[in-house]
């Protein structure tokens, strides 16, 4: 597999709007939006930083597992996503080398990409997502 860059690293926060400020203006990382992804439960917020970004999850309800994330570690790193060509044939390798997966098959991240998590027992207890970005 041709793991090319961390495309971004995902830190849980309770409030994007309470967080946002620190990256963009004390450490001066250009804003590039914000969405939500509803079926992950998660608002989104994206800070560039060199050829990878920050991006911020903030729950959208308690049901969120990014919620539970924060109730049970506190607001932190959540998340490192490595860009691959090609999620779904990554996806076959990791199974063919019988490394333990959360997703069997791609699902829709931010920005139209998609993504598979691998389980955090496989990655040393750090959540590790593939992450092929839309263009
Ligand atoms: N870091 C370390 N361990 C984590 C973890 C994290 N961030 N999130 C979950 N785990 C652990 C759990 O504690 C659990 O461990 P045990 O099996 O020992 O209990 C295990 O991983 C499985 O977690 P789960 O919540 O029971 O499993 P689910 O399949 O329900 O969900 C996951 C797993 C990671 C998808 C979900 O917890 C999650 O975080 N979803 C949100 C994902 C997200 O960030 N989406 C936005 C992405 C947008 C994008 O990047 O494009």
Redesign the pocket.
């Known amino acids: 597999m041709n793991t090319k860059k961390i495309n971004?690293i995902?830190i849980a926060v309770n409030s994007l709007d309470a967080s946002i400020p620190f990256y963009r203006d004390q450490l001066g990382m250009e804003f590039e939006g914000s969405e939500v992804?509803e079926d992950?439960k998660?608002k989104?917020a994206f800070l560039v930083v060199g050829e990878s970004r920050i991006?911020l999850?903030e729950p959208t309800c308690a049901e969120s597992?990014?919620a539970?994330?924060i109730e049970k570690k506190g607001e932190g790193i959540?998340?490192i996503?490595y860009e691959v060509e090609d999620v779904a044939k990554a996806i076959e390798e990791m199974k063919e080398k019988d490394v333990r997966l959360?997703d069997q098959a791609p699902r829709r991240?931010?920005?139209n990409?998609m993504?598979a998590?691998l389980?955090?027992?496989a990655s040393g207890?750090?959540?590790t997502?593939l992450?092929q970005p839309a263009h």
């Open positions: 971004h995902g992804v992950q998660v989104v991006e999850l597992p990014v539970k994330f959540h998340h996503a959360i991240g931010a920005h990409s993504i998590f389980h955090p027992k207890g750090v959540l997502e992450c």
